[in-house]
């Protein structure tokens, strides 16, 4: 979890108490879709990731990565407007994907500014996939997110991300030329330079688990069964998948609510690009 101490200029800032009667969100921004959380309430939006509907719609996220900060944020204050409003300054929590690296996050604060949030904070997608399913993050664990246009897989050790390999493919790139099984190749060709590079053998511990997967593709029943026989290891598709990640960032959400000091940085790999 890394606290928003980091304008987007790259200045770093202290983050003050948090309000106790203030607005908390949770949110997950994806390239297809953009969902958030609210206590008490639930999920509160669940809606295509689109600057504004309609017939000349603008999409300011493409394959996992914020093409249109301006966008974002004009679509963030439309969804948001009637949720936010007077001196009431939120906290938020906002996932990441693993490899999105400085400039997701960047991009991710300068969009978030347009709701004055008093504090944000970021999770690595992965992590907040595997708290919104209650995985033990005691042990080495592997995480396959199939996404609509991204695929991500990250090794976790201790609750943090130590590893993570990216591919531009998702289910909703399937179809003509582009099949299931390109999908599951590329997760397997991941999990493999994993297996490869890592001489503590905490991906092979990990793998021994099993893969846990979310996304879309975790709908598909193609994709674990395709996925168990090419990796010969269990693969446990996420309850409520699409949700997972929005989940887990609740998790975060709620925590950072009752314990607003303990804001722990996290490193994200920058190699591990496919």
């Not at 003050?16 to 969100?25: E, I, K, N, Q």
């Not at 009637?82 to 991009?107: D, E, K, N, Q, Y």
């Not at 003509?176 to 330079?193: E, K, L, P, Q």
Request: glycine share 12%; net charge positive; aromatic share 4%.
């Amino acid at each position: 979890m890394t606290g928003s101490g980091v304008r987007p200029g790259g200045r770093r800032r202290t983050a003050g108490p948090v309000c106790r009667v203030c607005p908390r969100f949770a949110i997950d921004i994806g390239s297809c879709r953009t969902r958030a959380w609210s206590p008490g309430r639930g999920v509160i939006l669940d809606v295509p990731t689109v600057t504004f509907p309609g017939a000349d719609a603008m999409y300011p996220v493409r394959r996992g990565d914020i093409v249109d900060p301006e966008g974002a944020a004009r679509m963030l204050e439309r969804l948001f407007r009637r949720r936010v409003s007077g001196f009431r300054r939120p906290l938020i929590v906002v996932t990441t994907p693993v490899l999105g690296g400085p400039r997701f996050r960047s991009a991710a604060l300068t969009a978030l500014e347009v709701l004055h949030p008093r504090t944000v904070l970021t999770v690595p997608t992965a992590k907040a996939i595997a708290l919104g399913a209650g995985a033990d993050l005691g042990r080495p664990l592997l995480v396959a997110d199939i996404g609509a246009h991204v695929t991500e897989v990250a090794l976790l050790c201790d609750g943090e991300v130590t590893d993570a390999y990216r591919t531009a493919l998702g289910t909703g790139d399937i179809g003509g030329s582009v099949t299931f099984r390109d999908i599951t190749g590329a997760v397997v060709a991941m999990v493999t330079h994993m297996l490869r590079l890592d001489e503590s053998e905490q991906t092979l511990d990990a793998l021994g688990r099993g893969l846990l997967l979310a996304g879309g593709g975790a709908l598909r029943p193609e994709f674990t069964y395709d996925l168990t026989g090419q990796l010969r290891v269990p693969v446990q598709p996420v309850p409520a998948p699409h949700t997972a990640a929005l989940r887990g960032a609740s998790h975060v959400l709620e925590s950072a609510h009752r314990h607003p000091a303990t804001h722990a940085e996290e490193h994200v790999p920058e190699r591990g690009t496919t």
